[in-house]
């Protein structure tokens, strides 16, 4: 653990919350994915798989428990208590397309070949992609709510801190994980945009939108 660390942790964290908060006081799940949570809530469930048998810290216990909870809520909230107001017509990204590439990677490019390092890998290459549909679903209904985009770069924090934590780690401890660094990368880019549009327009109070 470190200050680099903690600080992804805690924007990740935060992240959940924004998402849930903004779910629960709307009472609407408008201009959110259910395709991108269905992901999240994916690769929260193979890669925590060893909570139940594997004890590292009580930290790290807790904030499995946490992302593993919140990921199944925030699908209860949107595809039970407040379906009605899920927007079906924009969330069209094929998931197919994420998910068939990332199994086959897992079996490809793994440390090794037991069930729950292939399931850890095989979450690691989904978290990279899992925000597309949700970046797809922005860009195609051209804008975004200000609590959404706070949503999405929260997110994109937390990975570029993560990268941060990897080169601290790599400086300090001589470790490296060539699986997590590559696909922390790819997902950070995938921000890099929406990074972009978020400080040059969200922080300015102007309206944010995607370019179609």
Not at 77 to 95: E, G, M, P, Q, S
């Amino acid at each position: 653990m470190n200050i680099f660390r903690l600080l992804g942790d805690i924007c990740h964290l935060v992240a959940i919350i924004v998402l849930l908060l903004k779910i629960w006081k709307t009472r609407s799940c408008a201009g959110i994915s259910g395709k991108s949570q269905i992901l999240f809530a994916l690769v929260y469930t193979t890669r925590y798989v060893d909570l139940f048998f594997t004890y590292v810290s009580l930290y790290n216990s807790v904030m499995k428990v946490i992302f593993l909870a919140s990921s199944y809520a925030t699908l209860y909230l949107i595809y039970v208590k407040f379906k009605a107001t899920y927007d079906f017509n924009h969330d069209t990204f094929r998931i197919e397309f994420l998910l068939i590439p990332c199994v086959i990677l897992s079996l490809l490019i793994t440390h090794d070949y037991s069930p729950v390092e292939l399931l850890w890998t095989f979450s690691i290459y989904l978290e990279a992609v899992a925000i597309l549909p949700q970046l797809f679903m922005v860009s195609k209904t051209g804008e975004a709510e200000t609590i959404t985009s706070h949503y999405l770069f929260a997110l994109g924090a937390y990975r570029a801190l993560y990268i941060v934590n990897w080169i601290y780690r790599y400086y300090t401890e001589s470790f490296i994980d060539g699986i997590a660094v590559v696909a922390g990368i790819i997902q950070t880019i995938l921000y890099a945009d929406f990074f972009y549009l978020y400080i040059t327009k969200v922080l300015k109070g102007k309206d944010f939108k995607l370019p179609a």
